[in-house]
């Protein structure tokens, strides 16, 4: 069974930095695409991140050069390093799997932005 589980996420004043974490098990890990979505309340769900298996990744242009994402496929797990936190990204973030024509998607980790 695959699951994904997304940690890392809480309460973060305005300039701030968290790292999300997503945990990946019951796939090969290493041969999978990784994306990060966010959906904020009453928005559709965007694509924030994404990192090939060999790691060239790509963003959305809201948050390029404050977002990073990496993977350690040692430990089956995908990373986003969020920097200078603005109100707007306030979300839950979602991390998605791609492994050939399938999709896996964890359950969502919060993140607010706030002073």
């Known amino acids: 069974q695959v699951q994904l589980v997304e940690s890392g996420g809480g309460l973060v004043q305005p300039g701030g930095s968290l790292r999300l974490s997503c945990a990946a098990s019951g796939i090969t890990f290493s041969r999978a695409a990784m994306d990060w979505y966010r959906q904020a309340p009453g928005k559709q769900r965007e694509l924030v991140a994404s990192i090939t298996r060999t790691g060239t990744t790509n963003y959305v242009d809201s948050v390029k050069g404050r977002f990073t994402s990496s993977r350690d496929n040692a430990k089956n797990t995908v990373y986003l390093q969020m920097n200078s936190l603005k109100p707007e990204d306030t979300a839950v973030y979602y991390c998605?799997?791609?492994?050939?024509?399938?999709?896996?998607w964890g359950r969502g980790t919060q993140v607010t932005v706030s002073s």
């Open positions: 998605k799997g791609r492994l050939g024509n399938l999709e896996y």
